[in-house]
């Protein structure tokens, strides 16, 4: 299984999310192809579920909410994201995706 594909930029991360709506519970579920794989309870409408999603970020890895933005995807369930101030290794570290490398 690979890592979570991360992109370094000046001031910050950019990484790709795959939003589940609709589930019983929301959580982040691991990786999907070099993804995160994020289940959401909220449903897909009216921007619900990417409220949640911003919700769950921030709280996860213990940002403000404005530090926390979805650049592309908006409508569709793949999403990019970017985190304002972080390092692409406190990001893997926050969402508890720390695996041994060789």
Known sequence: MSGLIVEETKDGVVFTAKVVPGSSKTTISGLYDGMLKV??????????????????????????????????????????????GLSSETLIEKLGLNSPRS
């Open 39 to 84: 289940r959401i309870s909220a449903p897909p409408e009216k921007g619900k579920a990417n409220q949640c999603l911003l919700e769950l970020l921030t709280k996860k890895l213990h940002i403000k909410k404005n530090a926390v933005s979805i650049i592309s995807g908006e409508h569709n369930p793949v999403k990019r994201l970017h985190i304002q």
